[in-house]
């Protein structure tokens, strides 16, 4: 297996703009997770879904973000519009079940300007 | 909210025994684990811990927790070049998905 896919890698936008972010978890895990990372917050939980169905997303900062997974296969991170604090490392990850290990993909590296 | 803490840094000769150190406050944690995150990359889990062992040994890492005082540390021995990157600690709620994960440790290993 490929691992847990993210796309792009980097990212540089400008404030304003939109912005999406796209994972696809490794094939048979019921569970995906959003994760951001920057130097000030270290790494915060956004939301996870399981089964497609979003369960937790009281780590979501504001309205200007939202997250969907329209199949087992992909998920995406919406940020509208972006601003410059949201420039951070966004991880995702997946696991077969709730408590197993969970597999991180190699992040998304967002700059807003 | 619960809350994992590391020290930001720590710096080993090579050959030598790394110790990182971790405290915790969510005495309903049923799992404790270690991840390590190298330049550019993603995390990956080196190793992890039930809530009620004390120890835990896999090769060249020990992990030891002290529920008690809610302290879990990762032992590197024998610390090569290849070991320098940034360690993370966290811990799982009782019941809960969840990780909550540590700052980091940037663990450098000098020759």
């Known amino acids: 297996d490929a691992g847990v896919i993210q796309s792009p890698r980097h990212e540089v936008t400008e404030m304003g703009q939109e912005v999406t972010l796209r994972c696809k978890p490794i094939s048979g895990h019921d569970y995906l997770f959003w994760y951001r990372q920057t130097m000030m917050r270290g790494l915060e939980l956004l939301i996870y879904f399981n089964n497609n169905v979003p369960i937790d997303d009281s780590g979501m900062p504001e309205d200007r973000f939202s997250a969907k997974m329209p199949n087992a296969s992909f998920s995406t991170l919406k940020i509208q519009p972006s601003e410059p604090r949201d420039s951070a490392v966004y991880f995702c990850?997946?696991?077969?079940?709730?408590?197993?290990?969970?597999?991180f993909g190699p992040g998304t590296r967002l700059t807003v300007l | 909210g619960e809350d994992v803490e590391q020290s930001l840094f720590l710096s080993v000769r090579e050959g030598d025994s790394s110790v990182i150190n971790c405290t915790y406050t969510d005495s309903s944690s049923t799992y404790l684990y270690w991840y390590k995150q190298e330049p550019g990359a993603g995390l990956q889990l080196l190793t992890y811990?039930?809530?009620?062992?004390d120890m835990k040994q896999d090769q060249r890492l020990t992990v030891l927790l002290n529920k008690k005082d809610k302290h879990l540390s990762l032992r590197i021995a024998d610390t090569q070049t290849g070991d320098s990157a940034i360690y993370f600690c966290a811990e799982r709620g009782g019941g809960g998905n969840k990780l909550t994960f540590g700052t980091g440790t940037q663990l450098k290993v000098e020759l």
């Open positions: 811990i039930f809530s009620n062992m």
């Open positions: 990850a997946s696991s077969v079940s709730g408590g197993d290990e969970q597999f």
